[in-house]
């Protein structure tokens, strides 16, 4: 079975103030792929990212940084300078292979992180 | 235009009450998905269907039924509403990959 753990509830920062938003993820699988998604207060579920089992470079777009570290089964996301727009429930996602888990490439979840960035 | 859409988008009901919730996709795709969110619990999938003729339970689908009406449309209906099921509901969508998921506005229900 798989499992994502999203331990930190909540985070509150101020206002350009770098945070990190951890992920940790079990599964048997080799081929798998992590998302993180970002839900505003509106409620929407907005993709950010996509990472492939197989592709461990880091990524970086504008303030957002990813760090995908397969030997500690970590996919950490990282604001920098963060702004009060970043205000959100983050959540990482777990994807694995269809055959070889038996069932459907469904997304498991993690339990999202509250983040807020006050001014 | 969003390429997958949901209605209602906030719908208050009472107990024992039944209810549809429906998603229509204009993305091609073959595979559709039902998930519940919960505060704290993220999202859970409830039903899923790889195309008209496939319809599949999810981690939590008791006191849930779908319909896959079309390729491009899914309905979640609640039989007889419970307060439990008071909670925010997404429709999603994937190609045959199944690598990336694209997710509807959401639908709050509220069971009073």
């Known amino acids: 079975a798989q499992k994502v753990t999203q331990a930190q509830t909540e985070i509150s920062v101020v206002e350009k103030e770098d945070v990190t938003l951890d992920c940790v993820y079990e599964?048997?699988?080799?081929?798998?792929?992590l998302f993180w998604y970002k839900q505003p207060p509106s409620g929407e579920l907005v993709f950010l990212i996509r990472r492939n089992s197989f592709d461990e470079q880091n990524e970086i777009s504008g303030r957002y940084s990813w760090n995908f570290q397969k030997s500690t089964s970590s996919f950490n996301f990282t604001i920098t300078a963060s702004q009060v727009v970043d205000s959100a429930v983050y959540f990482c996602?777990?994807?694995?292979?269809?055959?070889?888990?038996?069932?459907?490439?469904?997304?498991?979840f993690g339990s999202g992180t509250q983040l807020t960035v006050l001014p | 235009d969003a390429d997958v859409t949901q209605t209602p988008r906030n719908r208050i009901t009472k107990t024992g009450k039944r209810i549809m919730l429906e998603c229509s996709q204009t993305k091609g795709h073959d595979r559709m998905y039902w998930y519940r969110q919960d505060p704290g619990l993220g999202l859970r999938l409830i039903y899923y269907s790889f195309d008209v003729k496939d319809i599949n339970k999810g981690e939590i689908s008791d006191g849930y039924s779908v319909s896959r009406q079309a390729q491009a449309k899914f309905s979640l209906s609640l039989e007889s509403a419970i307060p439990n099921q008071t909670a925010l509901y997404f429709c999603?969508?994937?190609?045959?990959?199944?690598?990336?998921?694209?997710f509807g506005p959401g639908t709050r229900l509220t069971v009073t």
């Open positions: 996602a777990l994807s694995v292979n269809p055959v070889s888990s038996g069932s459907a490439r469904q997304l498991t």
């Open positions: 599964t048997r699988d080799t081929t798998y792929y």
């Open positions: 999603a969508t994937s190609d045959g990959t199944g690598r990336e998921q694209y």
